[in-house]
């Protein structure tokens, strides 16, 4: 098995990568879905950010309102350091129970997004980084998911510099350009994380 950790700046298409990496066989791991997952309704997790952060981070239908936690978190590094204690070592469980049901000769892919924030890198055994400029970056997230610039700024300014996480990559995708030029990329990667693999299996 080799294990992949996959990491970009917001708008740089991770998540896109990534699904052109499960098209080709990757077992995705991906650490936002499982965020959600382990504060879903009804589970402990829930149950332990409503009593860290009170009934008013809960939405009507007793789902977590994602939008009111971010708010009081955003900013707030103390708050921030509570939340992700209690959903880290949640996620951390999840994605080892992922992995460890993978096939012996599967390529692991663990999609998060800040490995170079957190300093995870050395728990995979190759970083791959998506890039694009902020240019881009900023571009795709006006245009496509609608943010207003100043929020767009704000959400990347409070990540790792795009030299922070070059740093730590073993492989580099570049997306400034079309999906169809990504996935070249992604299929010339693909073909040597495969060839990694067999080389661990001797």
Do not use: C
């Not at 994602?66 to 708010?71: E, F, I, S, V």
């Amino acid at each position: 098995m080799l294990t992949v950790g996959l990491t970009g700046g917001i708008g740089a298409g991770k998540s896109e990568a990534g699904r052109l990496l499960a098209k080709r066989g990757a077992v995705i791991v991906d650490a936002d879905a499982l965020a959600r997952e382990v504060v879903a309704p009804g589970t402990p997790g829930l149950a332990s950010v409503v009593s860290e952060f009170g009934e008013e981070v809960l939405a009507p239908d007793g789902s977590l309102d994602r939008a009111r936690l971010g708010a009081i978190v955003f900013g707030d590094e103390e708050r921030l350091r509570a939340l992700n204690a209690i959903v880290h070592p949640l996620v951390a469980e999840r994605s080892a129970a992922l992995q460890a049901a993978a096939p012996p000769e599967a390529v692991v892919v663990h999609d998060v997004p800040l490995i170079a924030e957190h300093q995870l890198q050395h728990r995979y055994d190759l970083v791959v980084v998506v890039d694009a400029s902020a240019e881009t970056r900023l571009a795709r997230l006006t245009r496509r998911r609608g943010l207003d610039e100043a929020d767009a700024r704000a959400r990347m300014a409070a990540q790792a510099s795009r030299e922070e996480r070059l740093k730590i990559a073993d492989y580099v995708l570049r997306n400034d350009g079309t999906v169809g030029e990504l996935e070249e990329q992604v299929e010339e990667l693909w073909q040597t994380l495969r060839e990694r693999e067999r080389e661990r299996r001797g």
